[in-house]
């Protein structure tokens, strides 16, 4: 929602605001995290290999996209966006 509504309602590209939406998610995920460990909450037996490949997908992730024409990651976006949708009204 945020990468689509900062795309429209400023002046940011989608590959902007892809990496915008990332940055702000940092602090919320850390607090979280912290949270949900205390509480013990977090699977170490399987947390580190899920932040791991995480990692490594984000990471060539990210250089992939920049090489997709950004019409193209607009509609890919929003094509997973309605299927994601979609499958949640089920």
């Given at each position: 929602?945020?990468?689509?509504?900062?795309?429209l309602?400023?002046?940011?590209?989608?590959?902007?605001?892809?990496?915008?939406?990332?940055?702000?998610m940092?602090?919320?995920?850390?607090?979280?995290?912290?949270?949900?460990?205390?509480?013990?909450?977090?699977?170490?037996?399987v947390?580190?290999?899920?932040?791991?490949?995480?990692?490594?997908?984000?990471?060539?992730?990210?250089?992939?996209?920049?090489?997709?024409?950004?019409?193209?990651?607009?509609?890919?976006f929003?094509?997973?966006?309605?299927?994601?949708?979609?499958?949640?009204?089920?």
């Amino acid at each position: 929602v945020v990468v689509p509504a900062l795309s429209l309602f400023t002046e940011m590209s989608h590959y902007k605001a892809l990496g915008t939406s990332l940055c702000a998610m940092v602090l919320p995920a850390m607090a979280g995290t912290a949270t949900h460990f205390s509480k013990g909450n977090v699977a170490m037996n399987v947390a580190p290999f899920l932040a791991s490949g995480a990692f490594v997908g984000a990471y060539f992730g990210g250089k992939l996209a920049r090489t997709i024409q950004e019409d193209r990651l607009k509609y890919g976006f929003s094509a997973l966006m309605l299927v994601l949708g979609l499958r949640a009204l089920k």
